[in-house]
């Protein structure tokens, strides 16, 4: 079954430090890949997608991800984290065999110690 | 460009009565969605409508939630009646493009229910 897997629940850095959230993925085919964030009380914003092509993929606010195929995986990284990044991060798998359905991990919740 | 309207922003009610939600997509979009998103987990699909038809409603609840997409614009997820476990934040998203892997999803602000 497709599964989505982002390991830490709780991430604490300090403001300028750099960040890598990680996210494992599981599904039988090419996946589609997404980065969303979530502020408190709001919907999701999309980071960023991956689809094909470089798996080096550039996002909104800094962001950048890593897609792996060997590894299964498609970690998040800033290299200098700002207060203002304070957020849950929802990695997310989409299905294009299942109507472009999002399966999503449980969700990082970064804290930025100033 | 407006984005994908929701409301109410919180609702809270008691167990066994009922409750709707409305949401409004981006102007265009054809494929809409509703997610619940429980406290600690990321959201999960319900249901997903292509236009007005429905897509894939595998894990609607169907004994006791019920949606609906008028003229293929605004939907409306309704529960009743609503149980303890149902409190979550309702989430509606819309996209652009045919439903397929790689579509990009936008999502509204989401509604708060508690059902005490």
């Known amino acids: 079954a497709q599964s989505v897997t982002q390991p830490d629940i709780h991430i604490t850095v300090s403001e300028g430090a750099s960040l890598e959230l990680r996210c494992n993925y599981s599904y039988g085919a090419t996946p589609y890949l997404f980065w969303y964030v979530q502020s408190p009380g709001q919907g999701l914003q999309l980071l960023l997608k991956?689809?094909?092509?470089?798996?080096l993929v550039q996002g909104i606010k800094g962001f950048e991800a890593e897609f792996k195929r060997s590894q299964s995986s498609f970690n998040l990284r800033k290299p200098s984290v700002h207060w203002s990044d304070a957020a849950e991060y929802f990695c997310a798998v989409g299905l294009y065999n299942q109507g472009g359905k999002l399966i999503f991990g449980q969700g990082t919740e970064l804290s930025v110690k100033p | 460009e407006a984005g994908v309207a929701q409301s109410p922003r919180y609702k809270i009610i008691e167990k066994r009565q009922s409750v709707a939600f409305w949401c409004n997509p981006i102007s265009g979009h054809a494929t809409l969605y509703w997610y619940q998103q429980i406290l600690g987990q990321g959201p999960k699909l319900l249901i997903q409508f292509q236009n007005n038809g429905v897509v894939d409603d595998s894990q609607l609840p169907k004994d006791r939630f019920s949606a609906e997409r008028l003229k293929g614009v605004d939907s409306t997820l309704k529960i009743q009646p609503a149980k303890l476990e149902d409190s979550a934040v309702y989430l509606c998203?819309?996209?652009?493009?045919?439903?397929?892997?790689?579509?990009?999803?936008?999502f509204g602000p989401g509604t708060r229910l508690t059902v005490l």
């Open positions: 991956y689809f094909s092509g470089d798996t």
């Open positions: 998203a819309s996209s652009p493009t045919p439903p397929t892997g790689g579509n990009t999803q936008y």
